[in-house]
């Protein structure tokens, strides 16, 4: 079946440090994938997605590239800040369903 | 406006009890879904609806039933609470042109006692 596979967390960095969170994937079909963030106390945001493979999506500094041969879709910011902080999930839905399948999510702390 | 609003934010509730969870959306949304997200974070997919009709609906309790009056609006009634069901419950929705972009609500945390 599906699956999403998300590096453990928690993570911790500093402010202007180089992130990366790995993302890989398993599934049957062309999936779309999306990183969503859940900064505390508050629901779900989209923060990025790609829809084929070698899409690159990027929305606030954060980048991630659908890479096919190696099913991943990996997230990367340059320099984080501190209001970076929360928790980044990422997420596979396949063509005609409506259902998403996260990974476990990756907290993320960024230290002054 | 809020797009996808959910209440009430916070329920605090003894175990047994029947409560309900609503959620609506603005956007014009023809497909609305329930997830539930542990205490560990992870999310799960409970329901989906698709022009009021039920489309998914994984491995939950059958105390759990929802409920769609209208396109814009899915409720989550919960019979015979169980220590089990504290969560995080979020709402979602997607639009029949792009089904897989969804919006999600800011959540319900359910204490259940």
């Known amino acids: 079946g599906n699956s999403v596979t998300q590096m453990e967390g928690p993570v911790t960095l500093s402010e202007e440090a180089f992130l990366t969170i790995n993302c890989t994937y398993t599934a049957t079909g062309y999936p779309s994938l999306f990183w969503y963030v859940q900064y505390p106390g508050e629901g779900l945001q989209l923060l990025l997605k790609a829809t084929k493979a070698d899409d690159k999506g990027s929305n606030k500094g954060f980048e991630a590239t659908y890479r096919k041969e190696t099913t991943s879709f990996h997230l990367e910011k340059g320099s984080v800040q501190v209001s970076d902080s929360a928790v980044y999930f990422c997420?596979?839905?396949?063509?005609?369903?409506?259902?998403?399948?996260f990974g476990t999510g990756t907290r993320l702390k960024v230290l002054a | 406006d809020t797009a996808v609003s959910q209440t009430p934010k916070y329920l605090v509730t003894q175990m047994g009890n029947d409560k309900s969870i609503k959620c609506e959306q603005n956007l014009g949304h023809d497909t609305m879904y329930w997830y539930k997200q542990d205490s560990k974070k992870f999310l799960k997919i409970m329901f989906s609806y698709n022009n009021k009709e039920l489309i998914i609906n994984e491995t939950v309790p059958n105390r759990f039933s929802p409920k769609s009056p209208d396109k814009a609006h899915l409720n989550l009634h919960i019979n015979s609470l169980e220590l089990g069901d504290s969560a995080v419950y979020f709402c979602?929705?997607?639009?029949?042109?792009?089904?897989?972009?969804?919006?999600f609500g800011p959540g319900t945390r359910l204490t259940v006692l």
């Open positions: 979602a929705s997607s639009s029949g042109s792009n089904p897989n972009e969804q919006f």
């Open positions: 997420a596979l839905a396949t063509s005609g369903t409506y259902k998403y399948i």
